[in-house]
């Protein structure tokens, strides 16, 4: 399996904290399952989102072309 740099998922991954919304961050911490839950789809979806362009090489691929994008464009619910 594919895998991404360590320094580039923490940079995708902090930004992504940095410019949550007040109420995504909020409801991280919430007492009710349901809010947290809402806030971490929130979070999840904003981090595809930034991610979608990231491609992804196998060790020793440098020298091929590019793999597929880590996320296909559908973000469209599951189920």
Known sequence: ???????ILFTHIEVALAV?????LIGLG??????????RVDLAR????????L???REGNA????QPTLFPGDLSPIG
């Not at 949550?20 to 995504?24: D, I, L, N, Q, V």
């Not at 020298?63 to 590019?66: A, D, E, I, M």
Request: aromatic letters at 0%; glycine letters at 6%.
């Open 63 to 66: 020298g091929r072309s590019s």
């Open 20 to 24: 949550a919304s007040e109420a995504t």
């Open 30 to 39: 919430a007492d009710d399952p349901r809010t947290q839950r809402n806030a």
């Open 1 to 7: 399996m594919s895998r991404i740099a360590d320094e």
């Open 55 to 57: 491609e992804i090489e």
């Open 46 to 53: 904003h981090l595809v989102e930034r991610m979608q362009g």
